[in-house]
């Protein structure tokens, strides 16, 4: 990797490392730093010789994602999608500010600002990887906790968005993960019933 591409992972690591908010399975741990890390293990592990600007767009992928908070939106499905349009939206920005600052130039800012965006989902392969690394971190990290807080036939309805989002590749290594009984349960009636 380039000296740009070291000193961009140090800018985001830092700015992540200022989320006010604790993860909740790392102690100590700043909830997007260690959500960041997440995202870099499982795109290592799908996609090994992945791209300069894949790996950004993946250590990037929730910067400073608190400076939005969900509750600024209205609770509803409609204000959850303006809300995680305007994420992705900043996440861009700061992505791009930081890439700047790191020495990258337009063409490779506009790259990975189009990964973060999820331009080109089911065309661009490596959208498409990036997205199967957020739905994998997102399955075995964070829906047990999701679960608890949600109905079953909701969950069901999650569970069966978040499949269609990835490729058969996400697929696989998604029914491998080392999920519990209970979310393997779901999932199970999730794509039985899809």
Same mark, same amino acid.
Request: cysteine-free.
């Given at each position: 990797m380039s000296d740009a591409f070291e000193r961009a992972i140090a800018a985001i690591d830092a700015l992540n490392a200022q989320d006010p908010r604790q993860d909740p399975y790392e102690a100590g741990q700043p909830y997007e730093a260690a959500y960041s890390q997440r995202m870099t293990r499982r795109l290592e592990a799908l996609e090994p010789a992945a791209s300069e600007a894949l790996r950004l767009a993946a250590r990037a992928q929730h910067v400073a994602r608190w400076r939005i =908070?969900?509750?600024?939106? =209205?609770?509803?499905?409609?204000?959850?999608?303006?809300?995680?349009?305007?994420?992705?939206?900043?996440?861009?920005?700061?992505?791009?500010?930081?890439?700047?600052? &790191?020495?990258?130039?337009?063409? &490779?800012?506009?790259?990975?600002?189009?990964?973060?965006?999820?331009?080109?989902?089911?065309t661009d392969p490596e959208c498409q990887v990036l997205e199967d690394a957020i739905c994998l971190v997102f399955l075995e990290s964070y829906f047990a906790d999701f679960a608890a807080q949600h109905d079953e036939e909701k969950l069901i309805r999650i569970l069966q968005r978040t499949w269609a989002k990835m490729s058969e590749r996400g697929h696989e290594a998604a029914l491998k993960l080392p999920l519990s009984a209970e979310i393997g349960r779901l999932l199970k009636k999730a794509l039985s019933a899809g």
């Open positions: =908070p969900r509750t600024d939106y =209205p609770m509803d499905r409609a204000g959850y999608k303006r809300w995680r349009t305007d994420l992705a939206t900043m996440h861009a920005q700061t992505t791009g500010e930081i890439m700047r600052d &790191a020495g990258y130039g337009d063409e &490779a800012i506009g790259r990975v600002q189009s990964l973060l965006k999820k331009k080109n989902l089911k």
